[in-house]
């Protein structure tokens, strides 16, 4: 069955890097396109990053220039490189396909707090 399983959030300070992984299994990866998505306390879930099955990218604009997203086909993996963090970008970070939706995974905590 399809599984999303992200991992590597972490408590940082402003300023700081945290990338984030998201493993991918159940369906035909390579060719999806594929996002990270973020979800705030009290706030809607919001798309943060996409990457279409050829590698091109598209960022939120909170994000660009910080934020680079990258996929290994090989590996089922996509990435989120996380740089110049603020407080602002405190949530729960979830992997999807971009217009394919997949059942959930249980996200990363990302706190980004001094």
């Known amino acids: 069955q399809v599984q999303l399983v992200e991992s590597g959030g972490d408590l940082v300070q402003p300023g700081g890097s945290v990338r984030l992984s998201c493993a991918a299994s159940?369906?035909?990866?390579?060719?999806?396109?594929m996002s990270w998505y973020r979800q705030a306390p009290g706030k809607e879930r919001e798309l943060v990053a996409s990457?279409?099955?050829?590698?091109?990218?598209n960022y939120t604009d909170s994000v660009k220039g910080r934020f680079t997203i990258s996929r290994d086909t090989a590996q089922n993996t996509v990435y989120l490189q996380m740089n110049s963090l603020t407080p602002e970008d405190t949530a729960v970070y979830y992997c999807?396909?971009?217009?394919?939706?997949?059942?959930w995974g249980q996200g990363t905590q990302v706190t980004v707090s001094s």
């Open positions: 999807n396909g971009r217009f394919v939706k997949y059942p």
């Open positions: 159940g369906f035909p990866f390579s060719s999806r396109a």
């Open positions: 990457i279409s099955n050829t590698g091109s990218t």
